[in-house]
């Protein structure tokens, strides 16, 4: 490997690691949750107006739940993993196969 990478692999492995720890932050933990879970709902249900309510820690699940009121509809509660690092919908209630 060229010099350049070298230290470009070291520079983007710093980036990882202060990313993984200002992570552990509840206030920034929290804002990466909102923004994942704001750019899923807007790419998956863009027609929908949701408004976000409220997110929590919900240790029965070891997941985090970010819940959006959503007009003439049943709220939409996402699931959201991995706890260190919450920005994966995990579940999503309005995106399961209807049932016979």
Known sequence: MTHFLKRY??????????????????LVKELLARGAATLYVAAKYPDQTVTFAHFEYQPHFGDYIISYTVPKTDALHLMLAPKLLPIFVKFDPWDQPMSD
């Open 9 to 26: 692999m070291k520079h983007a492995i710093v980036a990882l690691i202060v990313i993984m720890l200002t992570a552990q932050i509840p």
